[in-house]
């Protein structure tokens, strides 16, 4: 069965990096992902990167700050987030599917999330 594992939230300041990854298991994907919820906000896309990792695409607001890559194996996905806002902050959560997509509802599976936290 496919599972998704994130690792690497945390609490930081506004500025600080965090990284965060995604490893998934049973099978590779078309695209893998990551979206985020805020506490009583809706699902928002992110970030999310094509199978060959040639084809990436970014939300307007993490575009410049927030970079996708995806490992060798294509069964990993990392997030790198750099300048991080206090908007920033919100349950990040790793995705996967077959087609690199902003629409939560392409993509099949889902990890448990990590939390991001970003002070002022």
């Known amino acids: 069965q496919v599972q998704l594992v994130e690792s690497g939230g945390g609490l930081v300041q506004t500025g600080d990096s965090l990284r965060l990854s995604c490893a998934a298991s049973?099978?590779?994907?078309?695209?893998m992902g990551w979206f985020r919820q805020a506490p009583a906000k809706a699902r928002e896309f992110v970030a999310a990167?094509?199978?060959?990792?040639?084809?990436?695409v970014y939300t307007d607001s993490v575009k410049g700050r927030f970079t996708i890559s995806r490992d060798n194996d294509k069964s990993t996905v990392h997030l790198q987030m750099n300048s991080l806002k206090p908007e920033d902050t919100a349950v990040y959560y790793c995705?996967?599917?077959?087609?690199?997509?902003?629409?939560?509802?392409?993509?099949?599976?889902w990890g448990q999330g990590t939390q991001v936290a970003v002070s002022s």
């Open positions: 995705a996967a599917g077959s087609v690199v997509s902003g629409l939560s509802w392409h993509y099949t599976y």
């Open positions: 049973g099978r590779t994907f078309g695209s």
């Open positions: 990167i094509s199978s060959n990792g040639v084809n990436s």
